[in-house]
């Protein structure tokens, strides 16, 4: 349901129809307590379990297709960085993790329940803890 809000803010915000995208961001903000802004470029197939609640992502964030991002998930840039985190496609990311800075998370990379990851993670692996470590890495 998240996901196709944000499509039709989405949608109004590219055809310059920016203050009906504003009024379905605040919707989105008042009924689901998430920041899923207009600007993100999230692709298609990605879901947000939990009605999304407590997620917060950067307007200039990317995200693949196929993606569920649990709840209070964070990403976002570092103090310092104009650069925020591009996610793959086919990525788990874990309740309440926190994904920050200029990195890359690579196309079917698990991240665990409140990891703070702040490195890029290379495909087919799965981080965990704070600051976020390699626990298992699926090679083909």
Known sequence: ?????????????????????????????????CDIPYKAKIGKGTSFPHLGLGVLIHPNTQIGENCKILQGVSIGGKSGYEKVPSIGSNVLIGAHALILGPITIGDNAIIGAGAVVIHDVPENTTVVGNPAREISRKVE
């Not at 129809?17 to 689901?32: D, M, S």
């Open 1 to 33: 349901m998240i996901y196709k809000l944000y499509k039709i803010e989405n949608f109004f915000y590219r055809y310059k129809l920016t203050f009906i995208a504003v009024l379905f961001r605040i919707i989105i903000r008042v009924l689901f307590s």
